[in-house]
């Protein structure tokens, strides 16, 4: 019974946790909704723990907790794979923007130059 | 794959056809203040009235305010961007000042300025021209798994090409107008990308690619990186690089034309 209530306040934690990150704006809506529904799923298992036990039984694998592990794991490889994408993505972007700064930069030095050398005439 | 070669993709805004030959030396510098210098200075006067764009890549040292006391333009990245990026800004800049040719040259004196007329001369009949370090004298010599790599990648490269090409990892490079566009909006940023993934781009959209035979100096500055462990790691890399840039779909497939990533920041300010 111990380790229930251990398990269920963690998970409740986790939920708290994604929950206040979305309040406090730190955690864009499109992965707040994957988190929050990690989160929700987390405490319904918790709660009825003969729910993942049912599960595995339907889906053929004898152990339940392997199951937990295979979800979780090709779970987490999804989400690694989609941050990499993401972060290329804003990598690429980020550079573009200092490019395109550069280019601005210079092209304000030339413009405040030649306005001064037509002021000097 | 990449077809029978002849134009690169007019498809690109290609500056009025018959406008004059206006080249840029684009000179890409990341903490090179003990010789962008004498860089810049050697250029002008082997190739004097021609501009000059230094793109300072970030460099935490004097290079910036080196090359703007010699007086030339200067694209001043806010952070290090690598070879790539700083090039890929400077042929933004070319496009957007109606440059017609870009020609890029180290900062670390390794590329000899006296070159770059045989290079431009060259655009003539090709869309990109790689100034090589091996045909005309072997002063510059690699060796080892370095060496084996050049090897490889330019027998690849001149299956590709369709015309010999022994030095395809030389920076030193001249791009004429109608691949300048292609430049400006695709060139790869990554590790070996803005030599043998240009290349591959470039070969891809049809442009012609050539070579001239130039003379490398050794650098006047900075360590070239020749020790074995790094030349095998260099090999796996261009390996990589290579097969990455010959199976890489690259949005502005020919055929189609180019999206705008980032808008046009401001319209054309011909200056």
Not at chain 2, 182 to 192: C, I, N, Q, R, S
Request: charged share 20%; net charge positive.
């Amino acid at each position: 019974m111990n380790s229930y209530l251990v398990a269920l306040v963690g998970s409740l934690l986790v939920l708290a946790g994604i929950f206040e990150l979305l309040r406090r704006r730190q955690l864009s809506e499109k992965y707040a909704v994957l988190w929050l529904v990690v989160g929700i799923l987390l405490v319904v298992l918790t709660i009825f723990p003969g729910l993942l036990s049912r599960i595995s039984r339907a889906v053929g694998v004898s152990l339940p907790s392997n199951l937990l592990f295979f979800v979780g794991i090709v779970f987490l490889v999804g989400v690694a794979l989609h941050l990499s994408w993401e972060l290329s993505r804003l990598e690429n972007e980020t550079r573009r923007l200092a490019e395109d700064l550069a280019i601005l930069r210079l092209e304000v030095q030339q413009q405040a130059k030649k306005t001064a050398e037509d002021e000097n005439r | 794959m990449t077809g029978t070669a002849g134009t690169c993709p007019t498809l690109y805004a290609v500056p009025n056809e018959s406008s004059p030959e206006r080249a840029l030396i684009v000179v890409p510098a990341w903490n090179e203040e003990q010789t962008v210098g004498d860089t810049i200075r050697e250029i002008r006067v082997a190739l004097p009235g021609v501009d000059v764009l230094v793109v300072d890549d970030g460099s935490t040292d004097r290079t910036r305010a080196i090359a703007r006391a010699e007086g030339v333009m200067v694209l001043e990245l806010s952070y290090n961007l690598g070879v790539g990026g700083a090039m890929r800004a400077g042929f933004r800049y070319a496009v957007r000042h109606g440059y017609t040719a870009v020609v890029q040259v180290d900062a670390d004196g390794q590329h000899n300025p006296g070159d770059v007329p045989a290079l431009l001369a060259k655009l003539a009949e090709a869309d990109v021209v790689i100034g090589t370090r091996f045909a005309k004298d072997d002063r510059y010599r690699a060796s080892g798994p370095r060496r084996l790599a050049m090897v490889v990648l330019a027998k690849v490269m001149s299956r590709l090409a369709g015309a010999p090409l022994t030095d395809t990892t030389s920076g030193f490079k001249a791009t004429g107008r109608r691949a300048l566009p292609l430049f400006a909006e695709h060139y790869p940023v990554e590790y070996l990308g803005d030599t043998v993934e240009s290349l591959v781009i470039a070969l891809r959209a049809g442009c012609r690619v050539a070579q001239v035979p130039t003379t490398m100096r050794p650098r006047l500055g900075g360590q070239p990186s020749h020790r074995p462990l790094k030349s095998a790691i260099y090999l796996c890399r261009a390996t990589f690089a290579l097969l990455l840039a010959l199976v890489r779909r690259w949005d502005g497939a020919i055929g189609e034309p180019a999206k705008p990533q980032v808008t046009d920041i401001t319209d054309e300010v011909v200056l």
